[in-house]
């Protein structure tokens, strides 16, 4: 018998099974935080509850609805910044997600006002990826600032002759 698709690492899906995953766990993440039923959910973005089931593991039955349970377990890959560079990890867990997305929310913070302090709450912060790697999230500003001038703007195209 094989592996679920919710519990295969992300190197070991296909092209097609990754984006159903990414659109599934994004739908799961509307899921926590809204009060639709799940067929509305599914039906606004446009994938079939079937595959939502299939792809997360994500969904229990109270009082017969189906409702999104609060942790999942599922491998996703997501940027983080170490070391005064940006990489990808593999996590395995829906916390260590939230930590990653509060961490990048604190990022953007600092890049548009400058103020460190909601940085500092990720000083010590360790992160482990799914094959037990510790990563530590880069809060020195200096660094967080190179990183983010390599990131390259997209290309503005002129629409309009002058």
Not at 72 to 78: E, G, L, Q, T
Request: proline share 3%; hydrophobic share 35%.
């Amino acid at each position: 018998m094989s592996t679920p698709i919710y519990k295969r690492p992300w190197g070991r899906l296909t092209p097609r099974q990754k984006l159903a995953r990414e659109k599934s766990l994004a739908v799961l993440k509307v899921m926590r935080n809204s009060k639709n039923s799940l067929h509305v959910i599914a039906r606004q973005n446009n994938i079939q509850v079937k595959t939502l089931k299939s792809h997360t593991n994500g969904f229990k039955k109270v009082n017969g609805v189906l409702v999104a349970k609060k942790w999942d377990a599922i491998p996703r890959v997501m940027l983080i910044n170490e070391d005064g560079k940006t990489m990808s990890i593999e996590i395995k867990h829906s916390r260590t997600a939230g930590v990653i997305g509060r961490y990048h929310n604190a990022v953007k913070y600092f890049l548009n006002s400058g103020d460190k302090s909601k940085l500092n709450k990720f000083r010590n912060k360790k992160i482990k990826d799914s094959s037990g790697k510790i990563h530590r999230l880069e809060t020195d500003a200096e660094k967080i600032m190179k990183i983010n001038q390599k990131i390259e703007e997209p290309e503005f195209y002129e629409v309009y002759s002058r």
